[in-house]
């Protein structure tokens, strides 16, 4: 099961952080990430993590902005989101998949949170 949580309202320019939580033994061996989806589109990448944490991916419009990063004794994945923009506005997913993966699209990711709401007013 993972949850997230960290969503909130906030003006562009300003930081959030997302957490995601994780039930179970597991969350070592599972490559974690984050996706997005905004009212009327498809729900789409955001950042990836592998399972030791030392390799990462970015969607080309958040990179140097947000940074993914986790910690496995905890069961957690974190997303902190700087310098936020309106256009990033949306709900925000955080995803699983068992082993190493370099997928960037949902299909490849077998678990799923409820989603947290990120808004960012201009």
């Known amino acids: 099961q993972l949850v997230e949580s960290g969503g909130g309202l906030v003006q562009a320019g300003a930081s959030l952080r997302l957490s995601c939580g994780a039930s179970?033994?597991?969350?070592?061996?599972?490559?974690m990430a984050w996706f997005r989806q905004s009212p009327g589109k498809e729900r789409e990448f955001v950042a990836r993590?592998?399972?030791?944490?030392?390799?990462?991916a970015y969607a080309d419009s958040v990179k140097g902005r947000f940074t993914i990063s986790r910690d496995n004794d905890q069961s957690t994945m974190n997303l902190q989101m700087n310098n936020l923009e309106p256009e990033d506005k949306a709900v925000y997913y955080c995803?699983?998949?068992?082993?190493?993966?370099?997928?960037?699209?949902?299909?490849?990711?077998?678990?799923w949170g409820e989603g947290t709401q990120v808004t960012v007013s201009s």
């Open positions: 179970g033994r597991a969350f070592t061996y599972h490559t």
């Open positions: 993590i592998s399972m030791g944490g030392g390799s990462t």
């Open positions: 995803a699983a998949t068992p082993g190493n993966s370099w997928a960037l699209v949902p299909e490849a990711f077998d678990y």
